[in-house]
């Protein structure tokens, strides 16, 4: 029933998540101190219920999120994978801007991602236990600037703001685009619309290796239940109206959401991008992982473009006391 937390081998469970949720019901002042990833220079940020480690050298990633004490949610890749040249490691949290389907018309390559992606950010504390790092240029958008700052609110809910710098004078589009590689869960809510023009209120990607969508279920108009399957690669979005997403794991809920905006999002139809997007790799063992995306609208990166996300842990029981479509909406609901 425990699964390992990856970097810091600890393990949790049903019973640790419990005494944690228990002992943790206020949270403490946040603070930002300096620590070690991998022996890289990390900064950690906790209000003393969760934690998070930030590490500015490769391109300002978060790759522990968890309850203190607790087991890390973030999948980040093979130890070592982070100090290869250039290190493409393909884990953390991490902001682009996006969608990689709009790489091909400003760059040579849509894949992999540009540099700024693993470059090295600069790194600043700030008051009231927050911290900002700020990207290398990404020449291919016109020198724009990622700026991303972190921190605890006093509802305990983990805030990043995500900006991506005006560039006077360009006419390119682009959008903030926040990916979160996690660990293998038992499963992935996903909010949908219920006026939605894709069939059964979600669109999937045709490049898909799951033809049979293996483990997807609609349990309602308005809620997808994913259930990776591992060797079932796959992608699939919604056009969520409160962009929200929830990974399951041993009785507790990550969950991610972003703050709605006005606008056309990425990817999907004229009036019904996709807000949400789910990405499951497929590789055994250590090389399987599950995205969580969220997506702002398309802006001109003349005015620049933000999206605020909100992280939160919660606990999920086996057998929700009113129902688990219920309960899920309740967790994924503003």
Do not use: C
């Not at 949290?93 to 540099?115: E, F, H």
């Not at 983990?158 to 006077?168: A, E, L």
């Not at 069939?199 to 349990?219: A, I, Q």
């Amino acid at each position: 029933m425990s699964w390992k937390a990856n970097e810091r081998g600890l393990t949790g469970g049903p019973l640790v998540v419990a005494l944690a949720l228990a002992l943790s019901t206020a949270a403490a002042e946040p603070v930002v101190t300096t620590t070690t990833w991998r022996e890289l220079e990390a900064y950690r940020i906790t209000d003393g219920r969760a934690e998070a480690v930030v590490v500015p050298k490769l391109g300002g990633r978060v790759t522990v999120f968890g309850l203190v004490g607790g087991a890390n949610f973030i999948w980040s890749g093979e130890p070592g994978a982070e100090r290869r040249e250039p290190p493409l490691m393909w884990g953390g949290d991490k902001t682009y801007i996006g969608p990689d389907s709009l790489w091909k018309l400003v760059r040579d390559q849509a894949w992999p991602p540009p540099a700024p992606d693993f470059a090295a950010h600069t790194a600043e504390v700030l008051p009231g236990g927050r911290l900002r790092t700020v990207s290398t240029p990404w020449e291919d958008f016109g020198g724009a600037r990622i700026t991303r700052e972190y921190g605890f609110d006093a509802g305990g809910d983990f805030v990043m703001t995500h900006t991506i710098g005006k560039v006077p004078g360009t006419k390119i589009h682009g959008a903030v685009w926040v990916i979160t590689q996690t660990v293998p869960g038992d499963f992935v809510f996903v909010p949908l619309n219920p006026q939605s023009p894709y069939k059964d209120n979600y669109f999937w990607w045709g490049f898909s290796k799951s033809r049979e969508r293996t483990g997807v279920h609609v349990l309602s108009p308005a809620l997808l239940r994913v259930q990776p399957v591992t060797g079932e690669g796959f992608k699939l979005g919604a056009d969520a109206k409160q962009p929200a997403l929830a990974t399951v794991k041993d009785g507790l809920a990550f969950v991610q959401r972003a703050d709605p905006q006005d606008g056309q999002y990425p990817d999907g139809a004229d009036g019904a991008g996709l807000s949400v997007e789910v990405y499951h790799h497929d590789l055994p063992g250590p090389g399987e992982y599950v995205e969580l995306e969220l997506l702002s609208p398309l802006r001109r990166l003349d005015a620049g473009a933000t999206l605020t996300t909100r992280w939160t842990l919660r606990e999920w029981p086996a057998d929700p006391p009113h129902g688990e479509v219920k309960a899920a909406e309740k967790l994924l609901a503003p």
